[in-house]
């Protein structure tokens, strides 16, 4: 086997194993032919030196993530995992959905925009922010208003995916608009924040062609649901002067997934049908409220000033503890019940006969 | 149908090919506009082996190595004639308004 083979051969194991057992002898093939040449020397010289280049391990890298989460009559293994990703990308659009709609519910209400039956407290002026600050809060919390569509769009089908890297870029645009308006320093959280968003246009690739329509039922009573938790939470804690609520949004979200970790082991405890993407995407999503959860403590360590509770930092380290629990407890089972599911289809098998 | 996907289809419309047979054939029928990555063109093979479009036609040794030959099915055929017949269709719509409107005359200057 010359160099050149071996380093192919490397870039291949990031296909699946069922799928290279398959085909990779033939992808092998039809490289070491594409860069064969009539030259002798340079043939040698392609042989020991030569390395696919990085369009063909680009596209090696887009075949794995298809195969593994975006192929249509994907094995069974695969299969859970593409619906663990559109579970995810669908509670991540409707935290931001639910978000936005709040957020821009109170900055409108703040501005006397929106009449409600309480008034509206007058906020005070931050130290050191320019002038049109409120004016900058209330076009971020507009901006964020894009993932309602992008949510929306998503449930009703694959026709309004666009939308969602639209809502990616403009709320990361607004985001940071307002760090550099407001001279705020670049938080841990803002970082996590804006890395969820920017990584979320790629699961997309998780609602492929044969994808079965989303639950549109389900989806909606989540966002009605998530709606209300937010909009009482809004109401019971958030006030517009320090300190804020010792329960801080990356609590809330923590708290959330813990309490469905908890609900979906009960059921299957109890031997209710769950589905195994459930268990994936709750290991995902578990990961993800703990990230947050270590990124917000890592800025209430950093910036050690006034402004919260001194209940909030007890607090946030008990939830990382307790997230993590779950997460490690929820991932173990996934991957229990993930191996048992088949990794080859019956179609692979017989093609791999066939062929062979 | 996706572009590669129909090219490669159109590749394998007069004799089977083994892979690099296709990279090559869709190079000649592209005109030198597409040129298939190896992942590329077994993502889009995969999926017309799935969808019934391609099937394995033979094994032949080639300097050492095993190359697999694939073919068009009955039901590949059929559906390239129908998404050839669509895009000729829309071709010819194109073509016949470009007719119908020519470009404006240029302004002359004032």
Redesign the interface.
């Known amino acids: 086997m010359t160099p050149i083979e071996q380093r192919y051969r490397r870039v291949l194991r990031m296909l699946p194993k069922s799928?290279r057992e398959v085909?990779e002898?033939?992808?092998v093939?039809?490289?070491?032919?594409?860069v064969e040449t009539d030259d002798r020397e340079d043939a040698e010289y392609v042989a020991d030196y030569g390395r696919p280049g990085w369009?063909?391990v680009?596209?090696?890298?887009?075949?794995a993530i298809?195969?593994r989460i975006g192929?249509?009559?994907a094995p069974a293994r695969y299969a859970a995992w593409s619906r663990a990703i559109r579970f995810c990308v669908l509670a991540v659009l409707l935290v931001h959905a639910t978000a936005g709609v709040i957020a821009a519910a109170m900055s409108l209400w703040l501005a006397g925009l929106l009449p409600l039956p309480v008034a509206a407290p007058q906020v005070p002026e931050p130290p050191g922010y320019p002038e049109s600050w409120r004016q900058a809060y209330l076009f971020s919390a507009l901006v964020g208003l894009l993932w309602v569509p992008a949510f929306f769009g998503l449930i009703r089908g694959r026709a309004g995916r666009w939308m969602v890297p639209a809502a990616a870029v403009a709320t990361v645009a607004a985001s940071t608009a307002i760090v550099s308006i407001t001279g705020q320093p670049f938080t841990a959280e803002f970082c996590f924040t804006n890395l969820i968003t920017v990584l979320l246009p790629l699961g997309l690739a998780a609602f492929h062609r044969g994808a079965p329509p989303v639950s549109r039922r389900a989806w909606l009573v989540a966002f009605g649901m998530s709606t209300a938790v937010m909009a009482g939470y809004a109401l019971l804690f958030i006030r517009p002067e320090p300190p804020l609520p010792p329960l801080d949004w990356a609590g809330l979200w923590c708290l959330v997934v813990v309490i469905a970790i908890i609900v979906h082991l009960a059921r299957r405890a109890l031997g209710r049908p769950t589905d195994p993407a459930w268990t994936a995407a709750l290991t995902i999503l578990a990961v993800t409220a703990l990230g947050m959860r270590l990124a917000t403590l890592f800025d209430y360590f950093r910036f050690a000033a006034t402004g919260w509770h001194p209940a909030t930092v007890p607090l946030a380290i008990a939830e990382a503890v307790v997230v993590a629990a779950a997460a490690a407890w929820i991932a173990f089972v996934s991957a229990r019940t993930l191996s048992r599911l088949p990794a080859t289809t019956a179609?692979a098998a017989a093609?791999s006969t066939?062929?062979r | 149908m996706t572009e590669p996907a129909f090219l490669i289809l159109t590749a394998l419309v007069d004799q089977a090919r083994h892979g690099y047979g296709i990279v090559g054939e869709v190079d000649g029928l592209s005109g030198g506009r597409v040129r298939l990555k190896v992942g590329t063109l077994y993502g889009v093979l995969d999926r017309l082996v799935s969808d019934g479009l391609v099937e394995p036609d033979r094994d032949e040794v080639h300097q050492g190595r095993l190359r697999h030959y694939f073919r068009l099915t009955d039901a590949g055929r059929r559906s390239l004639a129908v998404e050839a017949e669509r895009q000729a269709a829309n071709a010819r719509t194109a073509l016949d308004r470009l007719q119908s409107w020519p470009p404006a005359s240029p302004r002359r200057a004032s």
């Open positions: 799928y085909w002898d033939d992808m093939a039809t490289f070491l032919a594409s369009p063909e680009l596209s090696i890298a887009a075949l298809r195969l192929s249509a009559g179609d093609w066939t062929i």
